[in-house]
């Protein structure tokens, strides 16, 4: 099943580093586009949604490339508490009844 | 407010025992889902429900039943577990339907 696909990683990156993660999605008839963070042993949480034209939250850029069918989150100055990992999820409906959720992308920031 | 709340949060059956897992949300939200995660796999919807008295089958419905009898609540049963059901089970929920909260998880062994 490899509608969604992330690199696993891990990427181990040092404080302050800028680290990219990719996605890529197999359904063009995908609507809508995420970024969740899932904590070792706890619930996935939304950290962002992915728009067209890029969206960024702080220290986290997200952008979406339709054509190319590719997803991307970028972190900036990365911290210890970054360190996690990240599912990139598409939705196929907008009921939210047809989530496909990657197997996500680990992190881990070092001091 | 509590958000999405799921109990037990831990559970050993034998195989062909039976249980249900309750999932209960105070955000008022119509819409709410049943997951499961695995090693190595992204989450993958079992059943969800558009609102009170609804319920229906998502990618993996085999082996479990649901009830959605109050809008806060979300009932997942196990009616005879099996091996193959162990697994973490993640409870969410949505007032529009993409945006979905979850739960803290239920991780569930059957020996």
């Known amino acids: 099943r490899k509608e969604v696909e992330q690199d696993p990683g891990p990427f181990n990156v040092p404080e302050g580093a800028t680290v990219a993660f990719n996605c890529t999605y197999s359904?063009?008839?995908?609507?809508?586009f995420f970024w969740y963070r899932q904590d070792c042993r706890k619930e996935p949480k939304l950290l962002m949604s992915?728009?067209?034209s890029g969206n960024e939250d702080g220290r986290f850029t997200a952008q979406l490339n339709r054509a190319s069918q590719y997803i991307s989150l970028l972190i900036r100055d990365s911290k210890l508490s970054d360190s996690a990992t990240y599912l990139c999820?598409?939705?196929?409906?907008?009921?939210?009844?047809?989530?496909?959720f990657g197997k996500g992308t680990t992190l881990s920031v070092s001091s | 407010n509590a958000g999405v709340t799921q109990t037990p949060k831990f559970r050993v059956l034998k195989t062909g025992q039976s249980m249900t897992l309750l999932c209960a949300q105070d955000?008022?939200?119509?819409?709410m889902y049943w997951y499961r995660q695995d090693p190595g796999m992204g989450l993958r919807l079992i059943h969800y429900?558009?609102?009170?008295?609804?319920?229906a089958k998502g990618e993996v419905p085999d082996g479990y039943n649901v009830s959605r009898l109050k809008k806060q609540n979300f009932l997942l049963g196990l009616e005879s577990a099996a091996p193959s059901q162990t697994s973490v089970y993640f409870c969410?929920?949505?007032?529009?339907?993409?945006?979905?909260?979850f739960g803290p998880g239920t991780r569930l062994t059957v020996t």
């Open positions: 429900s558009v609102g009170e008295g609804t319920t």
């Open positions: 955000m008022n939200h119509e819409y």
């Open positions: 999820v598409v939705a196929l409906n907008q009921a939210g009844t047809a989530l496909i």
């Open positions: 992915v728009y067209s």
């Open positions: 359904n063009s008839a995908s609507q809508s």
């Open positions: 969410a929920s949505s007032r529009q339907g993409i945006e979905q909260y």
